[in-house]
Nanobody, 126 residues
Framework: VQLQASGGGLVQSGESLRLSCAFSGLTLDSYAIAWFRQVPGKEREFVAAIKWSGGSIYYTDSVRGRFTISKDRAKNTIYLQMNGLKSEDTAEYYC????????????????????WGQGTQVTVSS
């Protein structure tokens, strides 16, 4: 299983970025893909998750209404469209995958995810 995150960069406050997570080796429709972010010295924080089949979507409160997670089945890719970026969104962003059945509470827990991609840095200047 491989997950490849990309799309990070340096933007100004209020601008947008779209992150991509291309994955391979996940063959079960029960899989879910999530985005987490981490700032040095802090715990990894849940951002958003989407179930590959059925389309259930979860967001952390701080990004709801600004970020949108979506999937492209043909490309085996998950996107995170980030609008209205704020300085507090600055972090290394990671995508993660799991074959476990998730609900709104468990989707937010890093320990529920078995596969992780490398991070992509998002820096928002104010």
């Amino acid at each position: 299983v491989q997950l490849q995150a990309s799309g990070g960069g340096l933007v100004q406050s209020g601008e947008s970025l779209r992150l991509s997570c291309a994955f391979s080796g996940l063959t079960l429709d029960s899989y879910a893909i999530a985005w987490f972010r981490q700032v040095p010295g802090k715990e990894r924080e849940f951002v958003a998750a989407i179930k590959w089949s059925g389309g259930s979507i979860y967001y952390t409160d701080s990004v709801r209404g600004r970020f949108t997670i979506s999937k492209d089945r043909a490309k085996n890719t998950i996107y995170l469209q980030m609008n209205g970026l704020k300085s507090e969104d600055t972090a290394e962003y990671y995508c993660a995958g799991t074959g476990r059945g998730l609900i709104s509470t468990t989707a937010r827990l890093p320990r529920e995810y078995d596969y992780w991609g490398q991070g992509t840095q998002v820096t928002v200047s104010s």
